[in-house]
């Protein structure tokens, strides 16, 4: 074997494994799994039967609620402060 044909072999060697940890380098790894939030609603019925008349009255109360964010969380720093989403 000469120097040229080693040279050569080594080169390749070379170029293929800087190939292999670049492809390595662009994978992204899975989003970690993050449960959904709890719901924002609640619904309670209540039926009342008058005793005199025997008329039923439904009262129902539904509860939304209004914090969009947990506030523990802290913002991204790409985010400014006093930015819509923001209390």
Known sequence: MNLRLLLCIAMGVFVAHIGV??????????PKFVPPPPPNFSARERVVVDAETGE?????????????????IPLPASQPAGAPGEE
């Open 56 to 72: 039923k009255t439904i009262y129902r109360e539904i509860t939304i609620s209004t914090k969009l964010a947990n506030p523990e």
């Open 21 to 30: 940890f670049m492809l390595i380098s662009q994978i992204r790894p899975k």
